[in-house]
């Protein structure tokens, strides 16, 4: 499966988009003071309506398929924190 969530096009997009993955980062350091699994999809959430109350709506048009590669990349970052997110195999990284 080559689709547009791929790893190699998440790479990409995190790599033009540096402050997506920070912004999710420090949210979800913060929630990891409280809670022991969280929802990734909560986090981009909230970055979606902070953003958008910043007046900034418009360049954080950030797509659901790039959730599961941010929360890996988190846990990734954070081996402290593996399984803080729930996730599942991705069909395109393993065949």
């Not at 350091?29 to 109350?53: E, V």
Request: no cysteine.
């Amino acid at each position: 499966m080559n689709g547009k969530w791929t790893k190699e096009n998440f790479d990409i997009y995190n790599k033009e988009n540096p402050d997506i993955y920070s912004k999710f980062e420090g949210y979800a350091l913060k929630a990891s003071k409280y809670r022991s699994k969280y929802s990734a999809k909560i986090i981009f959430h909230i970055i979606r309506w902070n953003t958008m109350l910043e007046g900034k709506d418009s360049e954080y048009k950030i797509d659901d398929g790039w959730i599961s590669h941010y929360s890996r990349l988190f846990m990734e970052n954070h081996p402290e924190l593996k399984g803080f997110f729930e996730t599942r195999i991705r069909k395109d990284t393993y065949h």
